[in-house]
């Protein structure tokens, strides 16, 4: 049987609960002719149905990404944790860019507090660490694209593997 419909990743609660932080986030894309883009994101929300997400990114500071992404080009992002290294990396065949919806703005603010308290914890310098997630209080969209697929990037054995079941 030929499937008419793209398959997608479903994510486990707990790759869910990963995701929501303490992480840092980057997202790359690419333009038509393969030149990478890449910006750090404010935080994320996972979808009720566990296969799409939407990041946050700072218009100011991700201006090239969000051409790229407008124009239909495929989405990565790496979440990693500072503390310990333990990284998923999703991608998506597209992209929407939305504006922020209702609450967003204050899962990016959790976000900052978080991420400021991992980063601090590793003995960063708090001019630093307000430099890093100054892109929170800027103006800001959402990027939603579905997972089409998923990987283990925590360096180790296991770095590179496959993950998530397919809906």
């Known amino acids: 049987m030929t499937r008419t419909h ?3 990743v479903l994510l486990d609660a707990q790759q869910c609960d990963f995701l929501g932080g303490p992480v840092a986030i980057n997202v790359a894309s690419r333009t038509a002719a393969l030149l990478p ?3 750090r994101a404010y935080g994320c929300r996972v979808g009720n149905d ?3 997400v ?3 990114l700072s218009l100011p500071r991700s201006q090239a990404v969000v051409r790229d992404l407008s124009q239909g080009a495929p989405v990565a ?3 990693s944790r500072p503390k310990t290294h333990k990284s998923l990396q999703l991608k998506g065949e597209r992209a929407d860019v939305l504006p922020l919806s209702p609450g967003d703005r204050e899962i ?5 507090a978080a991420f400021s308290d991992e980063i601090c914890g590793l003995g960063y310098s708090d001019a630093f660490v307000r430099a890093l997630v100054a892109g929170v209080d800027e103006e800001a969209v959402g990027v939603r694209f579905r997972v089409s697929s998923a ?3 925590t360096p180790g054995p296991h770095a590179g593997e496959r993950l998530g079941a397919k809906v």
């Open 6 to 8: 793209p398959e997608f």
């Open 37 to 39: 883009s890449i910006a």
């Open 50 to 52: 566990r296969t799409q």
């Open 54 to 56: 939407v990041i946050f």
């Open 77 to 79: 992002a790496i979440f």
């Open 108 to 112: 990016m603010r959790a976000y900052r």
């Open 151 to 153: 990987f283990e990037q």
